[in-house]
T-cell receptor, first 114, second 107 residues
Framework: DTGVSQDPRHKITKRGQNVTFRCDPISEHNRLYWYRQTLGQGPEFLTYFQNEAQLEKSRLLSDRFSAERPKGSFSTLEIQRTEQGDSAMYLC????????????FGPGTRLTVT | DAKTTQPTSMDCAEGRAANLPCNHSTISGNEYVYWYRQIHSQGPQYIIHGLKNNETNEMASLIITEDRKSSTLILPHATLRDTAVYYCIAPFDQFYFGTGTSLTVIP
């Protein structure tokens, strides 16, 4: 069991640039979640997938944010035209399907927008 | 909107039981309560969940009141490595973590 992995672990970018993060869930998990976390706050839900279908998106997810899970395995989160307010830890989690919400989190990608 | 409320912070002496409360008076009868913890600079870690009955696993025990309006996570013998932020959530139709309880285990 390799757990949930995220790449890169750290990203520094200039305001206005686009960034893309990758998440590889636990292989048998068909649900995948993205969260954002800023200092002193708990994780804020962004979106989740059941296999390749994006089932829910938070209103926090502006039109600059897009997430995909094309083959129901890994997922990418892209932020276009980054702003300084996008600086945060971006967390990915996965879980089995059905009623269980036992989520397994990755180590996160720390984004710094300068 | 938060379905759960927790104290902001707590201290516990090393070796003693840590009892972390959570109020969830508005959850419905089929909503589970989940507990996670997050050690500094790491992703959250699942601890335990329950619906009506008390639950125990190798990490902790979860005591849910009969009216299901509150619950308590119990770490029976707290160690320094249990210092973390603990989140109580009811994720039936939302995934809201809130700010959790920052537990400090004191030597």
């Amino acid at each position: 069991d390799t757990g949930v992995s995220q790449d890169p672990r750290h990203k520094i970018t200039k305001r206005g640039q686009n960034v893309t993060f990758r998440c590889d869930p636990i292989s048998e998990h068909n649900r995948l979640y993205w969260y954002r976390q800023t200092l002193g706050q708990g994780p804020e839900f962004l979106t989740y997938f059941q296999n390749e279908a994006q089932l829910e998106k938070s209103r926090l997810l502006s039109d600059r944010f897009s997430a995909e899970r094309p083959k129901g395995s890994f997922s990418t989160l892209e932020i276009q035209r980054t702003e300084q307010g996008d600086s945060a830890m971006y967390l990915c989690a996965s879980s089995e399907g059905g009623p269980s919400y036992e989520q397994y989190f990755g180590p996160g990608t720390r984004l710094t927008v300068t | 909107d938060a379905k759960t409320t927790q104290p902001t912070s707590m201290d516990c002496a090393e070796g003693r039981a840590a009892n972390l409360p959570c109020n969830h008076s508005t959850i419905s009868g089929n909503e589970y309560v989940y507990w996670y913890r997050q050690i500094h600079s790491q992703g959250p870690q699942y601890i335990i969940h329950g619906l009506k009955n008390n639950e125990t696993n190798e990490m902790a025990s979860l005591i849910i009141t009969e009216d299901r309006k509150s619950s308590t996570l119990i770490l029976p013998h707290a160690t320094l490595r249990d210092t973390a932020v603990y989140y109580c959530i009811a994720p039936f139709d939302q995934f809201y973590f809130g700010t959790g309880t920052s537990l400090t285990v004191i030597p």
